[in-house]
């Protein structure tokens, strides 16, 4: 067959197009993949002291992210998140997120963010962050969301909503604000 003829270059031309249309595909795929894969440890939040802490720094113990009040700086669940700390230091770490969300409370005026030592904890405290609509942290989208935390997708109901990722950094459990970190079901999920 005649390479300059008509047949032969419209098979070149169909190979090069499934070409760049493979290529384009896969280049494609593997963005929107990454994008979605991403895994907790890849984020990097800031502390209500200002400061950055990555979460890889906690790889190979579990992390059981916590939205609290900023309000109530004296609620109980405070001195339980501090308790499960310590009683499992040396496998689980907790981090509690202030969140703007529920912050707005009828009647109550405008609040900002006390000062660390009045929460009386010694996890991390995160600084404000929205946990719902456009302004939502990338950390409570992956959170939230199956497509990317490749669990379930969850919304938050009010304070104090729980999320365990196990020590390979996959969402294994949320838990209702309801449920508290006595809870049998939660002490048993940190445990296994």
């Known amino acids: 067959m005649n390479p300059t003829s008509p047949a032969v270059r419209k098979n070149h031309l169909l190979r090069k197009i ?10 494609g795929f593997a963005w929107s993949a990454g994008y979605a894969q991403q895994r ?5 939040v800031t502390t209500l002291e200002g400061k ?3 979460l890889s720094k906690f790889k190979g113990k579990k992390i059981l992210v ?13 001195a339980e998140l501090e308790a499960l700390s310590k009683r499992y230091k040396d496998k689980l770490v907790v981090i509690g997120f ?21 929460y009386k904890v010694s996890f991390p405290l995160c600084a404000q962050v929205s946990l719902s609509g456009p302004n939502i942290a990338p950390i409570y989208k992956w959170l939230t969301d199956v497509n990317y935390n490749h669990y379930r997708t969850t919304e938050i109901k009010w304070d104090f909503q729980k999320y365990l990722i196990n020590e390979n950094g996959e969402l294994i459990a949320e838990f209702d604000p309801k449920i508290k970190v006595t809870d049998p079901r939660v002490i048993q999920a940190i445990e296994k």
Not at 40 to 44: A, E, L, M
Not at 66 to 78: A, R
Not at 102 to 116: I, M, Q, V, Y
């Open 98 to 118: 202030l969140a703007v969300d529920f912050l707005k409370r009828p009647g109550t005026e405008d609040f900002s963010p006390r000062d660390r030592s009045e």
């Open 66 to 78: 916590v939205n609290t009040t900023s309000v109530e700086t004296n609620n109980p669940e405070y």
């Open 40 to 44: 907790i440890y890849d984020f990097k």
């Open 52 to 54: 950055t802490l990555k």
């Open 18 to 27: 499934s070409l760049v249309s493979i290529f384009t595909f896969v280049l």
